[in-house]
């Protein structure tokens, strides 16, 4: 069983950043990825990284947002940066079934065995 958890949430304004981590248990180098939901909508991928590094991005935020591991550690990090009100939702974690997505796969949930429970970004305008 594998157990993953988020922090460094919390609340910024507009324009500012922040940087979330994601720590998982156990060993192994699966593709992770980083998905949010926002209140009364469905959950949506962000970001995803390969076990070789490879990095996939929702269009909404690519060049603001970058996705990086420490297999030495486990962990997972997102670096969110120029954050708008939309950005705003809970973040979540997730472990591939797979070292290897790439992007026709990464943003698909049904490739995740494990989920965090989430860490809230509240962005405010």
């Known amino acids: 069983q594998v157990h993953l958890m988020e922090s460094g949430g919390g609340s910024v304004q507009a324009g500012g950043s922040m940087k979330l981590s994601c720590a998982a248990s156990?060993?192994?180098?699966?593709?992770m990825g980083w998905f949010r939901q926002a209140p009364g909508q469905e959950r949506e991928e962000v970001a995803g990284?390969?076990?070789?590094?490879?990095?996939s991005y929702a269009d909404s935020v690519k060049g603001r947002f970058t996705i990086t591991r420490d297999n030495a550690k486990n962990k997972v990090y997102l670096q969110m940066n120029n954050l708008n009100p939309e950005d705003t939702a809970m973040y979540y974690c997730?472990?591939?079934?797979?070292?290897?997505?790439?992007?026709?796969?990464?943003?698909?949930?049904?490739?995740?065995?494990?989920w965090g429970q989430g860490t809230q970004v509240t962005v405010s305008s």
């Open positions: 156990g060993s192994g180098n699966n593709c």
């Open positions: 990284i390969d076990s070789d590094g490879t990095t």
């Open positions: 997730a472990r591939g079934r797979r070292g290897y997505l790439g992007s026709s796969y990464w943003a698909r949930e049904s490739e995740y065995a494990y």
